[in-house]
């Protein structure tokens, strides 16, 4: 299986991007963690923010491949424990050759890309910088391999 983590945000600190590689590169071929990352639109005082956030959108729906089951990292989904992600992670292992993630810029996702997925996923009640949200993401994907497998990442 691959996972396409679709993000808004690209030139991000190096600590964001360790963060994430050090996460994503632990995970085996058989569930590869790939990143895409759209570019964030510069914000000012005068910016049409909703403007932005359509063209954001619009670049990352482009970007879902074909036949990809499409996940959308919104505050308003469920949360799932790591023991629940584990679960929904063997579903998607089983049945999706090909599953997207989601993640939009400080405005969130639109209508349309929340539309577009088959299904959402809160990571927290908190409110989290979204360039945080990628190694966030990649460091649960681990976990919930590292449970499925037996491996002793994941101590619960």
Do not use: F
Request: hydrophobic content about 40%; charged content about 20%; glycine content about 4%.
């Amino acid at each position: 299986m691959r996972i396409h983590l679709i993000c808004v945000g690209q030139r991000l600190p190096a600590w964001i991007n360790e963060g994430y590689q050090e996460y994503a590169k632990r995970l085996p071929t058989t569930c590869q963690l790939e990143l895409i990352e759209v570019p964030l639109r510069k914000r000012a005082k005068a910016s049409n923010l909703a403007a932005l956030q359509r063209l954001e959108s619009e670049e990352i729906l482009a970007k879902i491949k074909t036949g990809a089951y499409v996940i959308a990292l919104d505050e308003h989904g469920p949360q799932w424990s790591s023991i629940q992600l584990s679960q929904q992670l063997a579903r998607w292992l089983q049945h999706y050759p090909n599953v997207t993630l989601l993640v939009g810029g400080p405005e969130g996702l639109t209508q349309e890309c929340l539309q577009r997925a088959q299904q959402q996923w809160s990571l927290s009640a908190l409110t989290l910088p979204h360039q945080i949200v990628r190694i966030v993401v990649a460091e649960q994907l681990y976990r919930a391999w590292s449970w499925l497998n037996h491996h002793p990442y994941h101590r619960a």
